[in-house]
T-cell receptor, first 113, second 116 residues
Framework: AQTVTQSQPEMSVQEAETVTLSCTYD???????LFWYKQPPSRQMILVIR????KQQNATENRFSVNFQKAAKSFSLKISDSQLGDAAMYFC??????????WGAGTKLIIKP | GAGVSQSPSNKVTEKGKDVELRCDPI?????LYWYRQSLGQGLEFLIY????????KSGLPSDRFSAERTGGSVSTLTIQRTQQEDSAVYLC??????????????FGEGSRLTVL
C-alpha cells in the first residue's frame, strides 16, 4: 500500500533563511504525482507545488522548489527567503489512481522574526 | 462561487445528536471530496463524488456517516448519533473532473466539529 511519511513534526527557521521539509513515500507505480499543500491557521489548504514523476526536472514556484529523488522515493520542499506568511502546516501528498490522494501527517513550520 | 464554501464553520454538539455539514463547491467543478482531519493528523479520506457516477464511499468510518450530493453541486455530510471520537475538522475539496492528471484540489476552510 502506498504511504507518505513526513518525519519532521515541527521545523523552525529564521525569517529570510532557507528551510527544507522532508517527505518520503512508498509506491510500486512508475507514473504518479506528488504535491505539497500548505494549511495556514485559517485551515484552508492551498497547493504550493506539484511534481510529475516522469519529469526529471525539479518543480519550482517562486521561492518554493522541490528536490525529487525518484529512486530514493524522496520529495523534499525547499523554501527560500522564508517569510512570516510561510508559517503553516505543510502536507506532502501522493496521488494514487485517478483521484485518490494519500497524505502525510504534516510538518508545522514556524518562522522566527 | 469564488471558492469552496463550508458551513457551519464551527459546530458544538452533544453526544448522540445528529449533525449535518454542508459544502458548496466551486461552480463547474464536478469532483468533490470530503476529508476528516483530527488534531495533529493528516487528512483522512471519507468520500468522493464525480459527476453522476456512484460515489466512492470507501473511507466512511461507520454506517453513522453518510453523504449526498444533490444536482452535482452542493454536498451534505451527515453524522448520526455523534460520538466524541467524531470530533475533528471536516474538510471539503473540489476539482475540475478529477483535477485532471495533476490533481489540484481546492479546499474550503472546513467545519470544526466538537462532540461533548
Amino acid at each position: 500500500a502506498q504511504t507518505v511519511t513526513q518525519s519532521q513534526p515541527e521545523m523552525s527557521v529564521q525569517e529570510a533563511e532557507t528551510v527544507t521539509l522532508s517527505c518520503t513515500y512508498d509506491t510500486s507505480e512508475s507514473d504518479y504525482y506528488l504535491f505539497w499543500y500548505k494549511q495556514p491557521p485559517s485551515r484552508q489548504m492551498i497547493l504550493v507545488i506539484r511534481q510529475e514523476a516522469y519529469k526529471q526536472q525539479n518543480a519550482t514556484e517562486n521561492r518554493f522548489s522541490v528536490n525529487f529523488q525518484k529512486a530514493a522515493k524522496s520529495f523534499s520542499l525547499k523554501i527560500s527567503d522564508s517569510q512570516l506568511g510561510d508559517a503553516a502546516m505543510y502536507f506532502c501528498a501522493y496521488k494514487r489512481g485517478n483521484y485518490q490522494l494519500i497524505w502525510g501527517a504534516g510538518t508545522k513550520l514556524i518562522i522566527k522574526p | 462561487g469564488a471558492g469552496v464554501s463550508q458551513s457551519p464553520s464551527n459546530k458544538v454538539t452533544e453526544k448522540g445528536k445528529d449533525v449535518e455539514l454542508r459544502c458548496d463547491p466551486i461552480s463547474g467543478h464536478t469532483a468533490l471530496y470530503w476529508y476528516r482531519q483530527s488534531l495533529g493528523q493528516g487528512l483522512e479520506f471519507l468520500i468522493y463524488f464525480q459527476g453522476n457516477s456512484a460515489p466512492d464511499k470507501s473511507g466512511l468510518p461507520s454506517d453513522r456517516f453518510s453523504a449526498e450530493r444533490t444536482g452535482g453541486s452542493v454536498s451534505t455530510l451527515t453524522i448520526q448519533r455523534t460520538q466524541q471520537e467524531d470530533s475533528a475538522v471536516y474538510l471539503c475539496a473540489s476539482s475540475f473532473l478529477s483535477g485532471g492528471a495533476a490533481g489540484e484540489l481546492f479546499f474550503g476552510e472546513g467545519s470544526r466539529l466538537t462532540v461533548l
